[in-house]
């Protein structure tokens, strides 16, 4: 969960610097797929955690 925050943190920051700082599309743009990847993590460490629960079928 820690990760997830400090990757929503980082890009709601690089969101602000690029939207104010003129020339720095690219900062606005990881921003944006920053979160995007927050969401990718949390899913792919769930589905392994559910994995790792159950038992297997031998």
Same mark, same amino acid.
Do not use: C, E, K, N
């Given at each position: 969960?820690?990760?997830?925050?400090? &990757? #929503? *943190?980082?890009?709601?920051? @690089?969101? !602000?610097?690029?939207?104010?700082?003129?020339?720095?599309?690219? &900062? #606005? *743009?990881?921003?944006?797929? @920053?979160? !995007?990847?927050?969401?990718?993590?949390?899913?792919?460490?769930?589905? #392994?955690?559910?994995?790792?629960?159950?038992?297997?079928?031998?």
């Amino acid at each position: 969960m820690g990760v997830f925050l400090v &990757l #929503l *943190s980082s890009a709601i920051a @690089l969101i !602000v610097i690029g939207a104010v700082v003129d020339g720095m599309p690219h &900062l #606005l *743009s990881t921003g944006v797929l @920053l979160p !995007v990847v927050a969401v990718l993590y949390l899913l792919v460490r769930s589905i #392994l955690r559910s994995r790792r629960g159950r038992p297997t079928a031998f």
